[in-house]
């Protein structure tokens, strides 16, 4: 297809899309109501159910699809052809979900949909709905649409949905490695993050890495009284708390040797054009419910805190009596969960010995340290000077007229440095959520309009892909 075919056909695919928009929320409902939980293996039927459900729809749609077996959930791969002389443009998304619990937090069932109307032109409420089925589904529709006004898409399409990104991705370099050659590719687009704000997109160009550990201490051999023995012994649940208050201190920073060694600075001109986009602080902690944030390093904004400093937090600690009323012993055990975000210039398996260094240091004598490690992976750096960006931004411009900006993110997707590393190619983060969202919280949801401005920007970003083939 020439140039002057690719818009006139981009029109009729963005009329298509808009005309068929209740059709493509039907879809998303449908595969919203799958409980593809990757972390909980009383879920894997139903990871695998989500696998074929993304698989016959990409069937449906033109490409040979295939659900690939791996060491641990499948990968989905769906491929069409390029047309003579277009680019291949790889995607990547995720059809595995977080934990839906705390169950009773949820105003109507985590796997059963509803379309709520509100004031934004409505949104449609489950796990999943924007992390990462419905900002997956927003390809998916674009290239449907492409698919039923110009027989398929202006470029090579190349698509890999993977079902553990929600549970450290721990399979996914083998199906790199494997499928290396036919993953091979111009471009990778992933839309797994969020925009400026509902009229501004965002092209993400920093993600934070991770180490997650999760330690057990154990010191009595048994729950004990603690009338009798309280004064005489340690308390599991007490010591491990007092850790976890070690790992601060009071202005904020991580106590953990070595834990900053090798940590990037972000360059002045990146800090002044974050300071430039005038963050409201106070209506992202309103998103929260909150009006104080704070949180991390004393000293740096709250941008710098959350996209280029690293982090630690305990994500859930148990231990001793839990049930109801009062129960008076000294539990046997605590148990806590840690994760770090990293940023370029940390090293993962450096941190992840410092933190059990750290913890095993100040265990009491005789005490028991079991660790069971969650995966690591370190931080992203995306290049802003790719060509393609410059392409995804003229794209966006089908579904936006704010123009797209630059932006960094607290979250993690390992998968991008593996598909950097692995295929030597640019990966482009565009995503469609907001700060709203309740991302990994009950009542995630995703806005009508930017599920309907997604498939807008993907059919515009297809059609701007082939137009720079290079
Ligand atoms: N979609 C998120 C990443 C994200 C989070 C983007 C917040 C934008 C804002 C992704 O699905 C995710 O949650 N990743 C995990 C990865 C972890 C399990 C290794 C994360 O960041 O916690
Ligand atoms: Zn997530």
């Given at each position: 297809?020439?140039?002057?075919?690719?818009?006139?056909?981009?029109?009729?695919?963005?009329?298509?899309?808009?005309?068929?928009a209740d059709?493509?929320?039907?879809?998303?409902?449908?595969?919203?109501?799958?409980?593809?939980?990757?972390?909980?293996?009383?879920?894997?039927?139903?990871?695998?159910?989500?696998?074929?459900?993304?698989?016959?729809?990409?069937?449906?749609?033109?490409?040979?699809?295939?659900?690939?077996?791996?060491?641990?959930?499948?990968?989905?791969?769906?491929?069409?052809?390029?047309?003579?002389?277009?680019?291949?443009?790889?995607?990547?998304?995720?059809?595995?979900?977080?934990?839906?619990?705390?169950?009773?937090?949820?105003?109507?069932?985590?796997?059963?949909?509803?379309?709520?109307d509100?004031?934004?032109?409505?949104?449609?409420?489950?796990?999943?709905?924007?992390?990462?089925k419905?900002?997956v589904?927003?390809?998916?529709?674009a290239?449907?649409?492409?698919?039923?006004?110009?027989?398929?898409?202006?470029?090579?399409?190349?698509?890999?949905?993977?079902?553990?990104?929600?549970?450290?991705s721990?399979?996914?370099?083998?199906?790199?490695?494997?499928?290396r050659?036919?993953?091979?590719?111009?471009?990778?687009?992933?839309?797994?993050?969020?925009?400026?704000?509902a009229e501004?997109?965002?092209?993400?160009t920093?993600?934070?890495?991770?180490?997650?550990?999760?330690?057990?201490?154990?010191?009595?051999?048994?729950?004990l009284?603690?009338?009798?023995?309280?004064g005489?012994?340690?308390?599991?649940?007490n010591?491990?708390?007092?850790?976890v208050?070690?790992?601060?201190?009071?202005?904020?920073?991580i106590?953990i040797?070595?834990?900053?060694?090798?940590?990037?600075?972000?360059?002045?001109?990146v800090?002044?054009?974050?300071?430039?986009?005038?963050?409201?602080?106070?209506?992202?902690?309103?998103?929260?419910g909150?009006?104080?944030?704070?949180?991390?390093?004393?000293?740096?904004?709250?941008?710098?805190?959350t996209?280029?400093?690293?982090t630690?937090?305990?994500?859930?600690?148990?231990?001793?009596?839990?049930?109801?009323?009062?129960?008076?012993?000294?539990?046997?055990?605590?148990?806590?969960?840690?994760?770090?975000r990293?940023?370029?210039?940390?090293?993962?398996e450096?941190?992840?010995?410092?933190?059990?260094?750290?913890?095993?240091?100040?265990l009491?004598?005789?005490?028991s340290?079991?660790?069971?490690?969650?995966?690591?992976n370190?931080?992203?750096?995306v290049?802003?000077?790719?060509?393609?960006?410059?392409?995804a931004?003229?794209?966006?411009t089908?579904?936006?007229?704010?123009?797209?900006i630059?932006?960094?993110?607290?979250?993690?997707?390992?998968a991008?440095?593996?598909?950097?590393?692995?295929?030597?190619?640019?990966?482009?983060?565009?995503?469609?959520g907001?700060?709203?969202?309740?991302?990994?919280?009950?009542?995630?949801?995703?806005?009508?309009?930017?599920?309907?401005?997604?498939?807008?920007?993907?059919?515009?970003?297809?059609?701007?892909?082939?137009?720079?083939?290079?």
């Amino acid at each position: 297809m020439n140039e002057t075919n690719t818009t006139a056909s981009c029109k009729s695919v963005l009329a298509y899309a808009d005309e068929h928009a209740d059709a493509s929320l039907a879809r998303l409902i449908d595969i919203l109501k799958i409980p593809s939980i990757s972390t909980d293996s009383a879920h894997d039927e139903d990871v695998i159910r989500g696998a074929q459900w993304f698989a016959d729809e990409l069937a449906a749609i033109g490409f040979e699809a295939e659900v690939v077996k791996t060491t641990g959930h499948p990968v989905v791969f769906a491929e069409v052809a390029a047309p003579e002389g277009a680019p291949t443009v790889l995607y990547y998304g995720h059809y595995d979900v977080q934990p839906a619990d705390p169950l009773e937090l949820w105003d109507s069932p985590p796997f059963d949909p509803q379309v709520v109307d509100d004031e934004n032109g409505g949104r449609v409420v489950a796990r999943g709905a924007v992390d990462d089925k419905g900002q997956v589904m927003t390809i998916v529709e674009a290239l449907r649409a492409w698919h039923a006004v110009a027989g398929g898409p202006p470029v090579g399409v190349k698509i890999m949905l993977e079902g553990e990104e929600e549970s450290g991705s721990a399979s996914l370099d083998g199906f790199l490695t494997a499928y290396r050659e036919r993953l091979a590719s111009d471009v990778c687009v992933v839309s797994d993050t969020g925009m400026w704000n509902a009229e501004t997109p965002a092209i993400t160009t920093m993600l934070r890495g991770m180490v997650y550990q999760e330690f057990t201490i154990t010191g009595p051999s048994m729950d004990l009284h603690s009338g009798m023995y309280g004064g005489a012994v340690q308390n599991p649940v007490n010591v491990l708390c007092s850790i976890v208050a070690e790992m601060h201190d009071s202005e904020g920073r991580i106590t953990i040797p070595n834990f900053y060694d090798g940590v990037e600075e972000p360059s002045s001109a990146v800090l002044s054009d974050w300071e430039s986009l005038n963050f409201d602080e106070e209506g992202f902690l309103a998103s929260a419910g909150l009006t104080n944030g704070d949180g991390g390093e004393h000293g740096r904004s709250m941008l710098e805190r959350t996209w280029s400093r690293p982090t630690l937090d305990a994500n859930g600690m148990c231990g001793g009596y839990v049930g109801e009323g009062a129960k008076t012993i000294i539990p046997s055990s605590a148990m806590v969960k840690i994760s770090c975000r990293l940023v370029p210039g940390q090293d993962p398996e450096a941190i992840e010995h410092a933190l059990v260094a750290f913890v095993r240091d100040r265990l009491p004598e005789g005490w028991s340290l079991d660790i069971d490690s969650h995966g690591s992976n370190p931080a992203v750096e995306v290049r802003n000077d790719s060509p393609w960006l410059n392409a995804a931004r003229e794209g966006l411009t089908c579904a936006y007229s704010n123009p797209a900006i630059v932006v960094g993110c607290g979250g993690s997707i390992p998968a991008v440095g593996s598909i950097q590393a692995e295929l030597g190619i640019d990966a482009l983060l565009v995503g469609f959520g907001l700060d709203d969202d309740r991302v990994h919280s009950p009542n995630e949801k995703f806005d009508l309009r930017c599920f309907n401005g997604g498939i807008r920007s993907q059919i515009g970003m297809l059609a701007a892909f082939a137009a720079h083939s290079s």
